[in-house]
């Protein structure tokens, strides 16, 4: 995950009250997960590299990126979308974090974020030459390559026994997957229009990476395409 824009200060805080409360906190208060979210985070952004001086300043600076740069009233104002998305599942707090994406990286990063599916997993930079594949919000790597096309296609295959679950491809290649059974078939979501299959159409009905189109969903193809007779 890049570091240094709201979006990511703001995903960040979010992922740490996350495993914060699978770590037994679920009883602790909103606002005390945030403020130990926003000290963890600032305390990783201050050794990771020069964007901040001291802890004060990064600790100000993520809590601007929860208020005043989301334009949300105050923290408290930040805490009560949070809440409300833990406990409720609100979507308050998905739309007012999407209004101030500037790319579609950082709409996709908001997209993985939110899916409320049990299984969310991420194809990214590993900020070096590789892509890999991992959990949502985890450093573990579960699989890896040179290229976006080969880390996805070892995805299709290896999260089959993860189901149901979500595969978003960042940088590069903006995509999100869903696959809802062991069986079934991989979908393609349009992330312009909505949750929807959206078909990378060529003349002959393949799609792009060996997905077929049939209907509304993708049908993943394993073996080599056969040759036409002449």
């Known amino acids: 995950m890049c570091s240094g824009d709201r979006i990511?200060?703001?995903?960040?805080?979010?992922t740490e009250v996350q495993q914060a409360r699978k770590n037994g906190q679920k009883n602790m208060s909103t606002d005390r997960l945030r403020i130990r979210?926003?000290?963890?985070?600032a305390e990783r952004e201050l050794q990771s590299g020069d964007r901040f001086k001291n802890f004060r300043s990064a600790k100000n600076?993520?809590?601007?990126?929860?208020?005043?740069?989301l334009g949300v009233p105050g923290?408290?104002?930040?805490?009560?979308?949070?809440d409300d998305w833990l406990r409720h599942e609100s979507r308050a707090l998905e739309y007012t974090v999407f209004q101030?994406?500037?790319?579609?990286n950082q709409r996709a990063r908001v997209r993985a974020m939110f899916w409320q599916g049990p299984g969310k997993y991420v194809i990214e930079s590993d900020g070096r030459r590789?892509?890999?594949l991992r959990r949502f919000g985890r450093h573990g790597t579960l699989a890896s390559g040179a290229s976006i096309v080969s880390v996805r296609e070892q995805a299709f295959t290896r999260l089959r026994r993860s189901t149901p679950c979500s595969l978003h491809v960042i940088g590069g290649i903006l995509e999100e997957w869903q696959l809802e059974s062991e069986k079934g078939e991989w979908k393609k979501v349009n992330l312009q229009a909505g949750n929807h299959a959206a078909p990378i159409r060529s003349r002959n009905g393949i799609g792009a990476n060996g997905t077929r189109e049939t209907g509304t969903r993708f049908t993943r193809r394993f073996g080599r395409r056969k040759r036409p007779v002449t």
């Open 8 to 14: 990511t200060d703001v995903l960040s805080v979010m």
């Open 37 to 41: 979210a926003v000290s963890a985070v």
């Open 100 to 104: 101030k994406c500037l790319s579609e």
């Open 61 to 69: 600076t993520i809590d601007g990126s929860l208020a005043r740069r």
């Open 130 to 132: 590789l892509w890999v």
């Open 75 to 82: 923290l408290s104002g930040f805490d009560s979308l949070l």
